[in-house]
């Protein structure tokens, strides 16, 4: 995910917004080009208000205010609006998070590890409001180790080592665990990553092009594991 928000720089291959090819754009041109990022560990600025972490993924508003739609989606947040980022639990943060990758309103969201270090219910309530925010038309590119958030998922993609391994069309959490089990499991965890895509076409070889917006195949929802 890092070196699609282009944090890492693509060791080959290509990334395209729909026609508009990113590979080798800065960060905040692949963001304005609407893909968004929400990182492992929330990454949120504990010194400002809930209000002003949000702003900061608006590149600009004539009143400096947030976006009318990100209200109504976090309207937990809208409440909470001035209180500082580092006074809010883990899932409260998560959510500033992932209303700051929406506030420039992306084609693409991708978020890393949402559901780490939070506790089964908070984690639950993340991938509902991820999933919610599909339905509304995000497309969502999700990385994480949990098998219950990837049965939120169509399809299943594992990665081992940056080599893809297998795949599972509407998986549920028991087959991806299995899965997981087959290809390896070293000290309780398992090695590889996976991957899981909802709505995706047929996986694409290593060495193909990344593509995302209009001109790729419509991934809905997806988690990387």
């Known amino acids: 995910l890092k070196a699609v928000i282009g944090i890492l720089k693509a060791r080959g291959g290509s ?7 990113v590979t ?12 968004g990022y929400v990182p492992q560990g929330r990454m949120i600025f504990p010194y400002l208000t809930v209000e002003e972490n949000i702003l900061t993924g608006v590149e600009s ?3 400096n205010t947030i976006p009318k739609y990100i209200n109504e989606t976090f309207p937990v947040l809208r409440d909470m609006r001035r209180r500082k980022g580092g006074n809010l639990s883990g899932g409260q943060q998560q959510r500033v998070a992932i209303a700051r990758a929406l506030a420039g309103s992306p084609r693409l969201l991708l978020a890393d590890e949402p559901t780490g270090n939070l506790d089964s219910l908070m984690a639950r309530q993340v991938l509902d409001l991820l999933e919610s925010i599909n339905e509304n038309g995000t497309t969502i590119v999700m990385v994480t180790h949990d098998p219950r958030g990837a ?3 169509d399809r299943v993609v594992f990665l081992a080592d940056g080599a893809l391994v297998g795949e599972i069309l509407e998986p549920t959490a028991d087959s991806v665990l299995e899965r997981m089990k087959e290809i390896g499991v070293a000290g ?4 590889p990553h996976l991957s899981i895509v909802e709505k995706a076409p047929p996986p694409l070889p ?5 593509e995302t917006g209009d001109n790729a195949p419509r991934a809905d929802r997806a988690l990387l594991l």
């Open 188 to 191: 309780g965890k398992p090695t």
């Open 206 to 210: 290593s060495s193909s092009p990344t």
């Open 24 to 35: 080798r754009k800065p960060s905040f041109e692949r963001v304005a080009a609407g893909i």
């Open 151 to 153: 049965a939120y998922a």
């Open 61 to 63: 508003t004539d009143d």
């Open 15 to 21: 990334v395209a917004v729909g026609t508009e090819d």
